[in-house]
Protein backbone atom coordinates (compact mmCIF):
# COMPACT_ATOMS: atom_id res chain seq x y z
CA UNK A 1 0.00 0.00 0.00
CA UNK A 2 1.96 2.94 -0.83
CA UNK A 3 -0.52 5.46 -0.03
CA UNK A 4 -2.79 6.40 3.06
CA UNK A 5 -5.11 9.19 2.27
CA UNK A 6 -6.34 9.42 -1.88
CA UNK A 7 -8.42 12.92 -1.84
CA UNK A 8 -10.72 13.31 -4.50
CA UNK A 9 -10.71 17.07 -5.46
CA UNK A 10 -8.20 20.36 -5.43
CA UNK A 11 -10.47 22.63 -4.22
CA UNK A 12 -10.01 24.58 -1.25
CA UNK A 13 -11.25 21.56 0.98
CA UNK A 14 -9.48 19.22 -0.64
CA UNK A 15 -5.58 20.65 -0.92
CA UNK A 16 -6.03 21.65 2.83
CA UNK A 17 -7.21 18.40 3.78
CA UNK A 18 -4.25 16.79 1.93
CA UNK A 19 -2.12 19.42 3.78
CA UNK A 20 -3.50 18.05 6.97
CA UNK A 21 -3.34 14.60 6.68
CA UNK A 22 0.41 14.82 5.32
CA UNK A 23 0.93 17.53 8.21
CA UNK A 24 0.18 14.70 10.95
CA UNK A 25 1.79 11.60 9.43
CA UNK A 26 -0.09 10.45 6.75
CA UNK A 27 0.81 9.40 2.92
CA UNK A 28 -1.03 11.38 0.58
CA UNK A 29 -2.17 11.39 -3.16
CA UNK A 30 -4.41 13.86 -4.35
CA UNK A 31 -6.18 13.40 -7.34
CA UNK A 32 -8.49 16.70 -9.72
CA UNK A 33 -10.50 15.69 -12.35
CA UNK A 34 -10.22 19.15 -14.14
CA UNK A 35 -7.10 19.54 -16.42
CA UNK A 36 -6.47 23.07 -15.07
CA UNK A 37 -5.46 25.04 -12.27
CA UNK A 38 -7.62 27.99 -13.03
CA UNK A 39 -11.31 28.68 -12.73
CA UNK A 40 -13.02 31.75 -11.95
CA UNK A 41 -13.42 32.38 -8.08
CA UNK A 42 -17.15 31.38 -6.74
CA UNK A 43 -16.15 32.16 -2.89
CA UNK A 44 -14.53 35.51 -1.72
CA UNK A 45 -14.44 35.50 2.00
CA UNK A 46 -12.34 34.01 4.90
CA UNK A 47 -13.96 33.88 8.13
CA UNK A 48 -11.67 34.47 11.59
CA UNK A 49 -11.91 30.79 12.70
CA UNK A 50 -10.79 29.57 9.24
CA UNK A 51 -7.92 31.40 9.74
CA UNK A 52 -7.04 30.08 12.68
CA UNK A 53 -7.27 26.27 11.61
CA UNK A 54 -4.91 27.27 8.62
CA UNK A 55 -2.43 28.33 11.22
CA UNK A 56 -1.12 25.32 12.33
CA UNK A 57 -0.53 24.43 8.59
CA UNK A 58 1.64 27.14 8.40
CA UNK A 59 -0.61 28.85 6.05
CA UNK A 60 -2.47 32.05 7.23
CA UNK A 61 0.51 34.64 6.70
CA UNK A 62 0.51 33.47 3.11
CA UNK A 63 -3.19 33.55 2.57
CA UNK A 64 -3.46 37.35 4.13
CA UNK A 65 -0.80 38.62 2.31
CA UNK A 66 -3.23 38.29 -0.97
CA UNK A 67 -5.88 39.56 1.39
CA UNK A 68 -7.73 42.14 2.55
CA UNK A 69 -7.78 42.60 5.86
CA UNK A 70 -9.75 45.92 6.20
CA UNK A 71 -12.59 46.02 4.00
CA UNK A 72 -15.06 48.05 4.03
CA UNK A 73 -18.86 47.92 2.16
CA UNK A 74 -20.93 50.63 0.96
CA UNK A 75 -24.52 49.28 1.47
CA UNK A 76 -27.39 51.31 -0.73
CA UNK A 77 -30.74 50.76 0.79
CA UNK A 78 -33.11 52.29 -1.49
CA UNK A 79 -31.76 56.04 -1.71
CA UNK A 80 -29.67 55.99 1.77
CA UNK A 81 -26.06 54.79 1.56
CA UNK A 82 -24.57 53.50 4.64
CA UNK A 83 -20.75 52.79 5.41
CA UNK A 84 -19.46 49.55 7.11
CA UNK A 85 -16.10 47.97 7.57
CA UNK A 86 -15.39 44.78 7.90
CA UNK A 87 -12.66 44.48 10.64
CA UNK A 88 -11.81 45.84 13.67
CA UNK A 89 -14.43 43.39 15.41
CA UNK A 90 -14.07 43.45 19.44
CA UNK A 91 -13.10 39.65 18.95
CA UNK A 92 -10.41 39.69 21.72
CA UNK A 93 -9.83 35.70 21.69
CA UNK A 94 -9.13 35.46 18.19
CA UNK A 95 -5.78 36.85 16.02
CA UNK A 96 -8.17 37.41 13.25
CA UNK A 97 -10.96 39.76 14.22
CA UNK A 98 -11.96 40.47 11.04
CA UNK A 99 -13.20 39.36 7.68
CA UNK A 100 -10.79 39.13 4.82
CA UNK A 101 -12.00 39.19 1.37
CA UNK A 102 -9.76 36.95 -1.04
CA UNK A 103 -10.06 34.95 -3.80
CA UNK A 104 -10.97 31.63 -3.45
CA UNK A 105 -8.54 31.09 -6.64
CA UNK A 106 -5.38 33.02 -4.43
CA UNK A 107 -6.44 30.88 -1.34
CA UNK A 108 -5.69 27.27 -3.88
CA UNK A 109 -2.49 28.85 -4.76
CA UNK A 110 -1.51 29.52 -1.26
CA UNK A 111 -2.48 25.69 -0.50
CA UNK A 112 -1.25 24.29 -3.68
CA UNK A 113 2.32 25.79 -3.01
CA UNK A 114 2.37 24.59 0.25
CA UNK A 115 1.63 21.20 -0.60
CA UNK A 116 4.49 21.39 -3.44
CA UNK A 117 6.70 22.40 -0.49
CA UNK A 118 5.92 19.39 0.86
CA UNK A 119 6.30 16.98 -1.76
CA UNK A 120 2.82 16.42 -2.84
CA UNK A 121 1.51 17.69 -6.28
CA UNK A 122 -1.84 17.62 -7.64
CA UNK A 123 -2.71 14.78 -10.31
CA UNK A 124 -4.21 16.79 -12.57
CA UNK A 125 -6.64 15.48 -15.37
CA UNK A 126 -6.82 12.44 -13.26
CA UNK A 127 -10.36 11.09 -12.60
CA UNK A 128 -11.85 8.72 -9.70
CA UNK A 129 -14.21 5.98 -11.61
CA UNK A 130 -15.13 3.90 -8.16
CA UNK A 131 -14.12 3.37 -5.06
CA UNK A 132 -14.57 1.22 -2.67
CA UNK A 133 -14.23 -0.21 1.07
CA UNK A 134 -12.86 -3.01 1.68
CA UNK A 135 -13.61 -3.46 5.09
CA UNK A 136 -9.56 -3.38 6.73
CA UNK A 137 -8.60 -1.24 3.68
CA UNK A 138 -9.71 0.92 0.74
CA UNK A 139 -9.47 0.98 -3.19
CA UNK A 140 -10.06 3.14 -6.04
CA UNK A 141 -10.07 2.85 -9.58
CA UNK A 142 -8.54 6.10 -11.23
CA UNK A 143 -8.60 7.05 -14.56
CA UNK A 144 -6.10 9.65 -16.78
CA UNK A 145 -4.62 10.10 -19.73
CA UNK A 146 -1.68 7.67 -19.09
CA UNK A 147 -4.72 5.20 -18.68
CA UNK A 148 -6.35 3.31 -15.85
CA UNK A 149 -5.26 2.12 -12.64
CA UNK A 150 -6.69 0.75 -9.30
CA UNK A 151 -5.25 1.57 -6.12
CA UNK A 152 -5.05 0.45 -2.55
CA UNK A 153 -5.30 2.92 0.40
CA UNK A 154 -6.11 3.19 3.41
CA UNK A 155 -8.79 6.26 3.62
CA UNK A 156 -10.99 7.67 0.79
CA UNK A 157 -11.80 11.39 0.95
CA UNK A 158 -14.58 12.87 -1.22
CA UNK A 159 -14.15 16.37 -2.04
CA UNK A 160 -15.24 16.16 -5.58
CA UNK A 161 -18.46 18.61 -4.74
CA UNK A 162 -22.18 18.81 -5.23
CA UNK A 163 -22.05 15.54 -7.56
CA UNK A 164 -19.87 13.56 -5.32
CA UNK A 165 -18.58 10.18 -6.92
CA UNK A 166 -17.35 9.04 -3.36
CA UNK A 167 -20.60 10.10 -2.24
CA UNK A 168 -22.57 7.74 -5.08
CA UNK A 169 -19.88 4.88 -4.57
CA UNK A 170 -20.36 4.90 -0.22
CA UNK A 171 -24.08 4.58 -1.15
CA UNK A 172 -24.58 8.12 0.97
CA UNK A 173 -28.29 9.09 0.54
CA UNK A 174 -29.02 13.14 0.55
CA UNK A 175 -31.15 15.83 2.14
CA UNK A 176 -31.78 18.76 0.20
CA UNK A 177 -34.20 20.60 -2.21
CA UNK A 178 -33.06 23.49 -5.29
CA UNK A 179 -33.72 26.91 -4.49
CA UNK A 180 -36.21 28.48 -6.42
CA UNK A 181 -33.24 31.25 -6.80
CA UNK A 182 -29.84 31.59 -9.06
CA UNK A 183 -26.99 33.17 -8.72
CA UNK A 184 -25.40 34.92 -11.36
CA UNK A 185 -21.51 35.72 -11.42
CA UNK A 186 -19.94 38.23 -13.81
CA UNK A 187 -16.30 40.13 -14.13
CA UNK A 188 -17.48 43.42 -15.31
CA UNK A 189 -15.67 46.61 -15.77
CA UNK A 190 -17.80 49.62 -15.39
CA UNK A 191 -18.20 53.20 -16.25
CA UNK A 192 -20.26 55.11 -13.52
CA UNK A 193 -18.56 56.33 -10.70
CA UNK A 194 -20.59 54.29 -7.95
CA UNK A 195 -18.45 50.98 -9.23
CA UNK A 196 -15.18 52.98 -10.78
CA UNK A 197 -12.58 51.30 -11.11
CA UNK A 198 -9.91 52.28 -8.46
CA UNK A 199 -12.67 52.84 -5.62
CA UNK A 200 -12.05 50.74 -2.75
CA UNK A 201 -14.70 48.46 -0.88
CA UNK A 202 -17.62 46.31 -1.95
CA UNK A 203 -20.89 47.73 -2.62
CA UNK A 204 -23.68 46.12 -1.74
CA UNK A 205 -27.42 47.40 -3.35
CA UNK A 206 -30.51 46.09 -1.98
CA UNK A 207 -33.69 45.88 -4.21
CA UNK A 208 -37.05 44.18 -4.02
CA UNK A 209 -35.97 41.59 -6.67
CA UNK A 210 -33.06 40.75 -4.47
CA UNK A 211 -29.32 41.92 -3.41
CA UNK A 212 -26.56 42.50 -6.00
CA UNK A 213 -22.57 42.77 -4.58
CA UNK A 214 -19.70 44.22 -6.34
CA UNK A 215 -16.26 43.18 -5.69
CA UNK A 216 -13.31 45.00 -6.18
CA UNK A 217 -11.55 41.40 -6.95
CA UNK A 218 -12.62 40.72 -10.27
CA UNK A 219 -9.58 38.20 -11.73
CA UNK A 220 -10.44 39.00 -15.81
CA UNK A 221 -11.62 42.58 -15.25
CA UNK A 222 -12.06 45.19 -12.39
CA UNK A 223 -15.07 44.15 -10.55
CA UNK A 224 -16.68 40.97 -9.92
CA UNK A 225 -20.89 40.76 -9.54
CA UNK A 226 -22.73 38.83 -7.72
CA UNK A 227 -26.48 38.95 -7.62
CA UNK A 228 -29.13 36.63 -7.10
CA UNK A 229 -32.62 36.34 -9.84
CA UNK A 230 -35.56 33.97 -9.93
CA UNK A 231 -34.01 30.79 -11.31
CA UNK A 232 -35.32 29.96 -14.48
CA UNK A 233 -37.72 27.12 -15.77
CA UNK A 234 -35.77 23.59 -17.09
CA UNK A 235 -34.06 21.66 -13.81
CA UNK A 236 -30.86 22.42 -13.97
CA UNK A 237 -29.12 19.89 -11.99
CA UNK A 238 -25.07 21.18 -12.60
CA UNK A 239 -25.50 22.62 -9.12
CA UNK A 240 -23.79 25.29 -7.24
CA UNK A 241 -21.25 24.82 -10.37
CA UNK A 242 -20.58 27.65 -13.08
CA UNK A 243 -23.62 27.10 -15.88
CA UNK A 244 -24.03 29.09 -19.23
CA UNK A 245 -23.31 32.91 -19.88
CA UNK A 246 -25.42 35.84 -18.96
CA UNK A 247 -26.15 38.28 -21.62
CA UNK A 248 -24.65 41.69 -21.22
CA UNK A 249 -28.65 43.25 -21.33
CA UNK A 250 -29.77 41.00 -18.22
CA UNK A 251 -26.65 41.74 -16.22
CA UNK A 252 -27.21 45.54 -16.79
CA UNK A 253 -30.46 44.69 -15.52
CA UNK A 254 -29.76 43.31 -12.60
CA UNK A 255 -27.75 46.40 -11.32
CA UNK A 256 -30.35 48.56 -12.36
CA UNK A 257 -33.12 47.16 -10.54
CA UNK A 258 -30.92 46.77 -7.71
CA UNK A 259 -30.69 50.41 -7.87
CA UNK A 260 -27.67 51.43 -9.22
CA UNK A 261 -26.61 53.35 -11.93
CA UNK A 262 -23.43 51.91 -12.95
CA UNK A 263 -23.10 51.01 -16.77
CA UNK A 264 -21.35 47.90 -18.24
CA UNK A 265 -18.44 48.76 -20.16
CA UNK A 266 -17.18 45.08 -20.89
CA UNK A 267 -18.22 41.96 -19.65
CA UNK A 268 -15.16 39.62 -19.55
CA UNK A 269 -17.12 36.44 -17.81
CA UNK A 270 -20.35 35.79 -16.59
CA UNK A 271 -22.09 32.77 -15.34
CA UNK A 272 -25.50 31.32 -14.05
CA UNK A 273 -25.01 28.94 -10.66
CA UNK A 274 -27.87 27.02 -10.16
CA UNK A 275 -28.08 26.81 -5.87
CA UNK A 276 -29.49 24.17 -3.62
CA UNK A 277 -29.59 23.53 0.10
CA UNK A 278 -29.17 20.11 1.69
CA UNK A 279 -27.13 17.61 3.67
CA UNK A 280 -25.47 14.33 3.22
CA UNK A 281 -27.22 11.59 5.65
CA UNK A 282 -23.73 10.45 6.92
CA UNK A 283 -20.12 12.08 6.51
CA UNK A 284 -18.68 8.70 6.40
CA UNK A 285 -19.22 5.23 5.67
CA UNK A 286 -16.22 3.00 6.49
CA UNK A 287 -12.76 4.07 4.77
CA UNK A 288 -14.73 6.38 2.61
CA UNK A 289 -15.24 10.00 3.71
CA UNK A 290 -16.93 13.09 2.47
CA UNK A 291 -16.27 16.94 2.83
CA UNK A 292 -17.03 20.31 1.93
CA UNK A 293 -19.76 20.61 -0.91
CA UNK A 294 -19.70 16.79 -1.56
CA UNK A 295 -21.28 16.73 2.30
CA UNK A 296 -23.50 19.38 2.24
CA UNK A 297 -24.37 22.23 0.12
CA UNK A 298 -25.40 25.79 1.30
CA UNK A 299 -26.80 29.18 -0.37
CA UNK A 300 -23.90 31.68 -0.57
CA UNK A 301 -25.56 33.90 2.34
CA UNK A 302 -22.91 34.75 4.69
CA UNK A 303 -19.83 33.00 3.00
CA UNK A 304 -19.95 30.06 4.28
CA UNK A 305 -18.93 27.68 1.57
CA UNK A 306 -15.07 27.70 1.36
CA UNK A 307 -15.14 28.26 5.13
CA UNK A 308 -17.09 25.26 5.99
CA UNK A 309 -15.13 23.31 3.57
CA UNK A 310 -11.73 23.91 4.83
CA UNK A 311 -12.92 23.62 8.36
CA UNK A 312 -14.30 20.26 7.60
CA UNK A 313 -10.90 19.00 6.52
CA UNK A 314 -8.68 20.32 9.50
CA UNK A 315 -11.30 18.27 11.59
CA UNK A 316 -10.74 14.57 8.88
CA UNK A 317 -7.15 15.68 8.24
CA UNK A 318 -6.19 15.48 11.61
CA UNK A 319 -7.92 12.32 12.53
CA UNK A 320 -6.82 10.28 9.33
CA UNK A 321 -3.66 11.20 10.02
CA UNK A 322 -3.60 9.70 13.29
CA UNK A 323 -4.76 6.62 12.41
CA UNK A 324 -2.71 6.48 9.29
CA UNK A 325 0.27 6.38 11.68
CA UNK A 326 -1.46 3.46 13.64
CA UNK A 327 -2.41 1.89 11.59
CA UNK A 328 1.46 2.08 9.86
CA UNK A 329 3.06 1.02 13.49
CA UNK A 330 0.70 -2.59 12.49
CA UNK A 331 -1.67 -2.01 15.23
CA UNK A 332 -4.32 -2.44 12.99
CA UNK A 333 -7.70 -0.11 13.10
CA UNK A 334 -9.47 -1.28 16.51
CA UNK A 335 -11.87 -0.16 18.84
CA UNK A 336 -10.01 3.89 19.43
CA UNK A 337 -10.18 4.38 15.51
CA UNK A 338 -13.54 3.71 15.37
CA UNK A 339 -13.88 6.37 17.65
CA UNK A 340 -11.55 8.27 16.47
CA UNK A 341 -13.06 8.24 12.55
CA UNK A 342 -16.34 8.27 13.96
CA UNK A 343 -16.11 11.53 15.62
CA UNK A 344 -15.70 13.22 12.59
CA UNK A 345 -19.56 12.54 11.46
CA UNK A 346 -20.61 13.24 14.62
CA UNK A 347 -19.17 16.69 15.13
CA UNK A 348 -19.04 18.18 11.18
CA UNK A 349 -22.40 16.95 10.52
CA UNK A 350 -23.87 18.27 13.07
CA UNK A 351 -22.38 21.51 12.78
CA UNK A 352 -23.19 21.42 9.42
CA UNK A 353 -26.98 21.23 10.07
CA UNK A 354 -27.17 24.32 12.24
CA UNK A 355 -25.28 26.29 9.67
CA UNK A 356 -28.14 24.76 6.82
CA UNK A 357 -30.67 26.78 8.94
CA UNK A 358 -29.13 29.71 9.51
CA UNK A 359 -27.70 29.81 5.69
CA UNK A 360 -31.57 29.05 4.83
CA UNK A 361 -32.60 32.18 6.92
CA UNK A 362 -30.08 34.39 5.40
CA UNK A 363 -30.34 33.68 1.99
CA UNK A 364 -34.45 33.93 2.44
CA UNK A 365 -34.00 37.68 3.45
CA UNK A 366 -31.60 38.32 0.85
CA UNK A 367 -32.97 36.72 -2.02
CA UNK A 368 -36.24 35.67 -1.79
CA UNK A 369 -39.19 37.47 -4.45
CA UNK A 370 -41.83 36.33 -1.39
CA UNK A 371 -43.83 39.49 -0.55
CA UNK A 372 -42.50 39.64 3.04
CA UNK A 373 -38.78 39.61 2.24
CA UNK A 374 -39.07 42.31 -0.94
CA UNK A 375 -40.85 44.41 1.15
CA UNK A 376 -38.03 43.96 3.56
CA UNK A 377 -35.74 44.85 1.17
CA UNK A 378 -37.00 47.58 -0.68
CA UNK A 379 -39.54 49.63 2.09
CA UNK A 380 -38.25 48.37 5.55
CA UNK A 381 -34.57 48.45 4.68
CA UNK A 382 -34.99 52.29 3.80
CA UNK A 383 -36.54 53.50 6.40
CA UNK A 384 -34.64 51.62 8.80
CA UNK A 385 -31.41 52.65 7.32
CA UNK A 386 -30.48 55.73 9.46
CA UNK A 387 -30.21 52.89 12.63
CA UNK A 388 -27.84 50.71 10.58
CA UNK A 389 -24.94 52.69 11.54
CA UNK A 390 -26.05 52.97 15.44
CA UNK A 391 -25.99 49.28 15.18
CA UNK A 392 -23.18 48.55 13.42
CA UNK A 393 -21.59 50.68 16.00
CA UNK A 394 -22.59 48.62 18.91
CA UNK A 395 -19.62 46.33 19.34
CA UNK A 396 -20.49 43.58 21.31
CA UNK A 397 -23.98 42.92 19.09
CA UNK A 398 -21.99 42.90 15.82
CA UNK A 399 -18.54 40.57 17.22
CA UNK A 400 -21.35 38.27 18.62
CA UNK A 401 -22.52 37.53 14.91
CA UNK A 402 -19.50 37.64 13.79
CA UNK A 403 -18.73 34.68 15.93
CA UNK A 404 -22.24 33.10 15.15
CA UNK A 405 -21.20 33.33 11.17
CA UNK A 406 -17.48 32.24 11.34
CA UNK A 407 -18.22 29.57 13.86
CA UNK A 408 -16.10 30.43 16.65
CA UNK A 409 -19.16 29.56 18.60
CA UNK A 410 -19.13 26.04 17.26
CA UNK A 411 -18.48 23.00 19.86
CA UNK A 412 -17.85 18.99 19.85
CA UNK A 413 -19.06 19.27 23.49
CA UNK A 414 -21.02 15.65 22.96
CA UNK A 415 -18.45 14.29 20.97
CA UNK A 416 -16.81 10.81 22.15
CA UNK A 417 -13.29 12.77 21.72
CA UNK A 418 -14.40 15.30 24.30
CA UNK A 419 -13.90 13.92 27.56
CA UNK A 420 -14.06 15.52 31.37
CA UNK A 421 -11.55 14.33 34.00
CA UNK A 422 -11.59 14.54 37.59
CA UNK A 423 -12.11 16.96 39.22
CA UNK A 424 -13.27 19.28 36.76
CA UNK A 425 -10.86 22.37 35.64
CA UNK A 426 -13.03 25.56 36.63
CA UNK A 427 -12.89 28.41 34.87
CA UNK A 428 -11.38 26.73 31.97
CA UNK A 429 -13.03 25.65 28.36
CA UNK A 430 -15.08 22.74 28.93
CA UNK A 431 -13.84 19.71 26.33
CA UNK A 432 -15.23 20.20 22.62
CA UNK A 433 -15.00 24.09 23.34
CA UNK A 434 -12.47 26.36 20.91
CA UNK A 435 -9.63 27.28 22.78
CA UNK A 436 -9.38 30.94 22.87
CA UNK A 437 -6.51 32.72 22.17
CA UNK A 438 -5.11 34.64 25.49
CA UNK A 439 -1.60 36.02 26.53
CA UNK A 440 0.07 33.61 28.14
CA UNK A 441 3.42 33.29 30.09
CA UNK A 442 5.69 30.02 29.63
CA UNK A 443 9.95 31.07 29.55
CA UNK A 444 10.74 35.17 29.10
CA UNK A 445 8.15 37.43 28.00
CA UNK A 446 4.64 37.40 27.62
CA UNK A 447 3.08 35.56 23.86
CA UNK A 448 -0.21 35.06 22.78
CA UNK A 449 -1.33 31.54 23.06
CA UNK A 450 -2.84 30.97 19.33
CA UNK A 451 0.86 31.58 18.11
CA UNK A 452 2.62 28.92 20.32
CA UNK A 453 0.01 26.52 19.43
CA UNK A 454 0.79 27.02 15.69
CA UNK A 455 1.69 24.08 14.81
CA UNK A 456 0.65 20.00 13.95
CA UNK A 457 -0.27 17.53 16.96
CA UNK A 458 -1.86 17.61 20.56
CA UNK A 459 -0.83 20.37 22.93
CA UNK A 460 -1.03 19.72 26.50
CA UNK A 461 -1.18 22.78 28.51
CA UNK A 462 -0.24 22.33 32.16
CA UNK A 463 -0.99 25.33 35.26
CA UNK A 464 1.67 26.19 36.76
CA UNK A 465 1.18 24.41 40.14
CA UNK A 466 0.51 21.26 38.86
CA UNK A 467 2.02 18.49 41.25
CA UNK A 468 2.99 15.95 38.80
CA UNK A 469 4.59 17.63 35.88
CA UNK A 470 4.62 15.92 32.58
CA UNK A 471 7.96 15.00 31.15
CA UNK A 472 8.72 18.02 28.22
CA UNK A 473 9.86 15.02 25.92
CA UNK A 474 7.22 12.64 25.74
CA UNK A 475 7.78 9.66 23.52
CA UNK A 476 5.35 10.32 21.06
CA UNK A 477 6.63 13.59 18.73
CA UNK A 478 3.15 14.19 18.35
CA UNK A 479 2.48 15.79 21.87
CA UNK A 480 3.77 18.81 22.99
CA UNK A 481 3.85 19.21 26.71
CA UNK A 482 3.65 23.65 27.95
CA UNK A 483 3.97 24.88 31.46
CA UNK A 484 2.08 28.67 31.66
CA UNK A 485 3.65 29.79 34.27
CA UNK A 486 0.85 32.59 34.37
CA UNK A 487 -2.14 30.39 35.21
CA UNK A 488 -2.30 29.67 38.86
CA UNK A 489 -3.65 26.03 39.19
CA UNK A 490 -3.05 21.85 39.02
CA UNK A 491 -4.94 20.93 36.12
CA UNK A 492 -4.42 20.64 32.25
CA UNK A 493 -5.92 20.75 29.25
CA UNK A 494 -5.44 18.77 26.54
CA UNK A 495 -6.01 20.65 22.63
CA UNK A 496 -6.56 18.82 20.03
CA UNK A 497 -4.31 19.92 16.13
CA UNK A 498 -7.98 21.70 15.30
CA UNK A 499 -7.74 24.19 18.53
CA UNK A 500 -10.64 22.07 20.34
CA UNK A 501 -10.26 21.08 23.75
CA UNK A 502 -10.12 17.24 23.96
CA UNK A 503 -9.68 17.34 27.63
CA UNK A 504 -9.23 18.92 30.74
CA UNK A 505 -8.79 18.11 34.41
CA UNK A 506 -8.14 19.94 37.35
CA UNK A 507 -5.27 17.43 38.43
CA UNK A 508 -2.80 15.75 36.29
CA UNK A 509 -3.99 12.87 36.10
CA UNK A 510 -1.63 10.34 33.72
CA UNK A 511 -4.30 7.69 33.57
CA UNK A 512 -7.14 10.19 32.36
CA UNK A 513 -4.68 11.78 29.99
CA UNK A 514 -3.13 8.54 28.57
CA UNK A 515 -6.74 7.26 28.09
CA UNK A 516 -7.92 10.31 26.44
CA UNK A 517 -4.73 10.00 23.84
CA UNK A 518 -5.28 6.47 23.18
CA UNK A 519 -8.86 8.26 21.94
CA UNK A 520 -7.14 10.71 20.09
CA UNK A 521 -5.02 8.26 18.10
CA UNK A 522 -1.81 8.78 19.93
CA UNK A 523 -1.24 5.74 22.51
CA UNK A 524 0.89 6.87 25.17
CA UNK A 525 2.19 4.42 28.48
CA UNK A 526 0.65 6.32 31.45
CA UNK A 527 3.71 5.44 32.65
CA UNK A 528 5.66 7.64 30.27
CA UNK A 529 3.65 10.81 31.76
CA UNK A 530 5.07 10.15 34.76
Not at 376 to 383: D, K, T
Request: hydrophobic content about 45%; aromatic content about 6%.
Amino acid sequence: MTVDVLVVGAGPTGLTLALAAHDHGARVRLVERRPEFFRPSRALILHPRTLEVLRPLGLADAVLERADTAPSAELRLGSRVVEAGLSGFALPETAFPYLALVRQTDVEGVLTRALADRGVRVERGTELVVARDGGHEASAVLRSPRGTEEIGCRFVAGCDGPASTVRACAGIGWQGRPYAVEVVLADLDLADAAGAPGSSGARVFAGRDGLAFLFPLGEQADWRLLATRAAPPGGARNFGQPGPAVPQADLQRLLSDAGTEADIERVAWSARVPLRCGLAHRFRRGRLFLAGDAAHNYSPATGQGMNAGIQDAVNLGWKLGFAAARDGDGAGAGPDDAVLLDSYDAERRAAAQRRLALTHTAFWAEASTGRIPSWLRGVAAPWAAPAVPVLLNRSRLVAEGVRVLSQLRVNYRHSPLSVQGTPRLRGAPRPGDRLPDATVVTTGAPRRLHGLLAGPGVHVLLQRDAERPLPEALPDARVTVLRLANSPGRGLVAVRPDGHVGYQCGATDPAGLAGWLALAGVPVSPHALV
